[in-house]
């Protein structure tokens, strides 16, 4: 033990900022900081996300059902930007308690009904269109098992390897090595699985590979926390395989866009109300409407 260890005292207090990337947004209470309603566009689905690996999970999943022809699953996405702490506005408070990206209302139904967290904004939106959620029991369990796979063990990767690794203040040894080794203990997992299966629930594409995609997907291709060498991604070769065939969807490819305010300016459409934001003319007019 060092001079410098950590004693927690025996009642915690919050009495200053943690210090990071996102110290002035985290707080120990929930609730709304102040009064701003959400935008409302014409479409029936109105997203409100931002382009992190949760938020395009609801974009690519649109994208997915649109390309299909379901005209239905036509949307308006609205950019919340969560460094500024627009998540704490009591319009979006009320569509997610949680104060978390993404949330959805779907406005089919009077009263317009809430959904919130990215797993569940999937499967509601797979159940509603009858789409890449399969229905023979055995694949539609093997989803459900990969999708809640992914739920579950995100915050290691997200909350733990990405936050000590990348955005905490200081760097410490114990954390990094111990979400480190989750993490590549994680990717084992997914390399094992995909060595056998094209997609995670079999031969199908289905919102388990929409919801893994975003993170480990990511991660192995070198997109968050600048990890790639740290974790020598280029080990496990079926996870880069499988990233490598989901990126080449055109759905996909515009889903990662929608919200995105960051990278190249040609990967970024910070709103989206039509299939047009999409084309290059559009987005020059709306940048110099600017």
Do not use: C
Request: aromatic share 14%.
């Amino acid at each position: 033990m060092t001079d410098d260890t950590y004693t927690p005292p025996r009642v915690w207090k919050w009495d200053a900022e943690s210090g990071g990337a996102f110290s002035q947004i985290n707080r120990p209470i929930a609730g709304p900081t102040h009064e701003k309603e959400l935008p409302v566009g014409e479409h029936p689905f109105q997203v409100y996300s931002l382009a992190t690996p949760n938020g395009v999970k609801a974009t690519i999943m649109f994208e997915e059902l649109l390309a299909k022809g379901i005209k239905e699953a036509e949307y308006d996405a609205w950019l919340i930007r969560i460094t500024e702490g627009e998540q704490f506005g009591s319009g979006f408070v009320n569509a997610n308690p949680n104060s978390k990206i993404p949330a959805m209302m779907d406005h089919t139904h009077t009263p317009a009904v809430r959904v919130f967290e990215s797993g569940s904004i999937l499967l509601y939106l797979a159940e509603k269109f009858g789409e890449f959620l399969p229905t023979d029991i055995v694949a539609r369990t093997e989803t459900m098992n990969w999708l809640f796979w992914q739920m579950g063990s995100a915050p290691f990767l997200g909350g733990g390897f990405g936050h000590f690794y990348a955005y905490a203040p200081e760097k410490f040894e114990y954390p990094i090595d111990r979400y480190a080794m989750e993490v590549k203990r994680q990717l084992d997992v997914l390399d094992r699985h995909l060595a056998e299966s094209e997609y995670f629930a079999g031969d199908e594409y289905s919102i388990a590979d929409m919801a893994i995609m975003p993170w480990y997907g990511s991660l192995v291709m070198g997109m968050i926390y600048d990890a790639a060498e740290f974790l020598q991604v280029q080990e496990y070769k079926n996870v880069q395989r499988w990233t490598a065939q989901i990126y080449t969807r055109p759905a996909v490819q515009r889903g990662v866009k929608v919200n995105r305010t960051f990278g190249a300016p040609e990967n970024q459409l910070r709103e989206r109300h039509d299939a047009t934001d999409f084309d290059t003319k559009t987005q020059d007019k709306l940048e110099a409407a600017k």
